[in-house]
């Protein structure tokens, strides 16, 4: 099976150059097709507020927009045209809609979704926590790249963090849908105690079961203690030589998620490599 469709999601020009220096090795190394999705922005004018937005205003807001759309469209072409794998650039018009719904429904019918770190000094308004809606929604995985990446291809070592949870075990079989053949997979519990790893049969049960699919699992427990969770995985992934973490997203409700906080914010906000939320 593998990856076969992939859609990257291109907000801004600036975006779309880190995210397509991802989404194009790995789009060539499983030979998938890889949809280039850029949204465009409704001027939307709520009802009940008497105001008139003369003609001017409107052409320049479509023009803005056509010209954003066209950057982004020459970005994409650069780094496609020459590939062998099948591309395609779809323009989507919000209109009524925020840009997140139309993202899910484009989302739904993909392997794998890619996004760029929020950005709130370069993201349009109706683009804000598109990441967490889309992760919350799409059914799909994620992987989320930080601004500015440039690291290596995913696919070679990747760091799964592991917990017995249902988000993880969907993270744990997402994996299989990016990881190279014999590729370097470490299963990351992290607990609040010590933990003899021989001990822990849950975590051996994974790593036979990642073997039967040939990659190379070791499996490795750390404390965490004061640290927070997405800092361990950071450093295990730095020691490690990751290209890839894998998580499962959102395992609390919304609210305990927005008053404590947890795992998969701090990872949205902070994470050095790409990150792939499964929920």
Request: glycine share 6%; with cysteine.
């Amino acid at each position: 099976m593998g990856l076969k469709t992939l859609l990257v999601c291109l907000t801004t020009p600036e975006h779309a150059e880190t995210l397509l220096k991802v989404a194009v090795p790995l789009a060539r190394k499983h030979n998938a097709h890889l949809i280039g999705l850029h949204t465009v922005e409704a001027l939307l004018v709520y009802p009940g507020i008497a105001i008139h937005i003369p003609e001017p205003v409107f052409a320049t807001f479509q023009d803005s927009q056509r010209v954003e759309a066209e950057q982004i469209k020459a970005v994409f072409a650069k780094h496609t045209d020459n590939e062998d794998f099948q591309s395609e650039f779809r323009l989507v018009r919000a209109e009524a809609v925020s840009a997140y719904e139309s993202i899910v429904e484009s989302a739904r019918a993909a392997d794998l979704v890619l996004m760029a770190h929020e950005n709130k000094d370069l993201d349009r308004h109706d683009q804000r926590n598109t990441q967490i809606q889309v992760i919350r929604e799409s059914g799909r995985p994620v992987i989320v790249v930080p601004l500015g990446y440039d690291g290596p291809p995913i696919g070679e070592n990747i760091l799964l963090g592991w917990s017995d949870t249902r988000e993880a075990a969907r993270a744990a079989h997402d994996v299989l849908i990016v990881a190279d053949k014999n590729a370097s997979l470490t299963i990351l519990r992290v607990n609040d105690a010590a933990q003899d790893v021989l001990e822990d049969a849950d975590g051996i049960e994974q790593a036979e079961m990642f073997s039967r699919h040939g990659l190379r699992p070791s499996l490795e427990h750390r404390k965490h203690g004061k640290t927070a969770i997405s800092d361990v995985l950071e450093q295990v992934a730095f020691e490690r030589g990751a290209d890839l973490i894998v998580t499962g997203a959102f395992g609390h409700s919304k609210v305990y998620d927005f008053v404590i906080g947890a795992t998969t914010y701090a990872l949205l906000r902070d994470a050095k490599r790409p990150v792939m939320f499964s929920k």
